[in-house]
């Protein structure tokens, strides 16, 4: 079976339906959460599961919630609570923890319970019809996109910060202490690039590195059974990538044996056992 590598992200279908029929941004398509968001997870060969609301987080270190406007789909709010209380980091993007299960507005805050846990106040909301610098600490100066919360902090740490009026000052991306775990909250969408950085850097912070080092047009799934270790390589774009392979393996499908750095053919496939 794919073996897990502590990352999950969130897909729900009770969202996909909401986001049909209040897209909140004007030709937003929740189809984003699989371009913008885990694709390029993909790319960098963290190899996230995509899980329900439903699914139980104990075996994930980290986890994503993006486009996720209900938190009380299958009790979740209370149970992520509790897992990050006991160790869990949790990214949470743009348009999560925005709605009731009755797709209605909260009424006593933006967010059913981000403020609160994020340590943070929603100051202001603006539309993604334009685009806002966002300032890093390393100086690092880049773009937001899609839409536009700029958070006042009441004890968290700002991550990145809004460089032009209305958000001017007010952090674009913040981090929380809470228990033994911690919150990530984004307030806009990171382009590609942007994300790619931002992902790697935190998931390197709690342990968790890229399953391969690969070109990104190529799938690498560790595999793990009975008294048996593998990698399934797969090139998926059809032109040429590339492979590291962590370790020396034999091809069960050719029985050749490979090891060290992998030039791939267009829609080569390598089913390797260790």
């Not at 060969?45 to 299958?74: G, M, N, Q, T």
Request: net charge negative.
């Amino acid at each position: 079976r794919p073996k897990q590598s502590g990352i999950g992200i969130h897909f729900s279908h009770f969202a996909w339906h909401f986001f049909a029929y209040q897209p909140l941004e004007h030709g937003f398509n929740y189809w984003k959460l699989y371009s913008d968001v885990y694709r390029p997870m993909n790319e960098l060969h963290f190899r996230p599961d995509v899980i329900d609301p439903e699914s139980p987080l104990d075996s994930y270190k980290l986890i994503v919630s993006f486009f996720l406007p209900a938190l009380d789909e299958a009790g979740l709010r209370q149970r992520i609570k509790k897992w990050i209380e006991n160790g869990g980091a949790w990214v949470v993007g743009p348009f999560t923890d925005i709605r009731t299960l009755d797709s209605t507005k909260f009424k006593h805050a933006p967010f059913g319970s981000l403020e609160e846990w994020g340590g943070v106040h929603c100051k202001y909301e603006v539309p993604g019809n334009r685009e806002f610098s966002i300032l890093f600490p390393d100086a690092t100066e880049t773009k937001g996109s899609l839409c536009y919360n700029g958070f006042e902090t009441r004890g968290a740490e700002a991550l990145a910060s809004y460089t032009e009026y209305p958000l001017e000052g007010l952090a674009a991306i913040t981090r929380n202490k809470m228990g033994k775990g911690q919150i990530i909250i984004l307030g806009t969408l990171l382009k590609d690039s942007d994300w790619k950085n931002f992902i790697r850097n935190i998931a390197g912070e709690i342990g968790i590195e890229p399953v391969v080092e690969a070109s990104p047009n190529v799938l690498a799934i560790p595999r793990q059974g009975k008294d048996q270790e593998g990698l399934a390589v797969f090139e998926i774009e059809c032109k040429p990538g590339s492979v590291q392979l962590p370790k020396p393996g034999t091809d069960i499908l050719s029985g050749k044996k490979y090891e060290g750095f992998l030039e791939l053919a267009p829609y080569q496939m390598l089913i390797l056992k260790y």
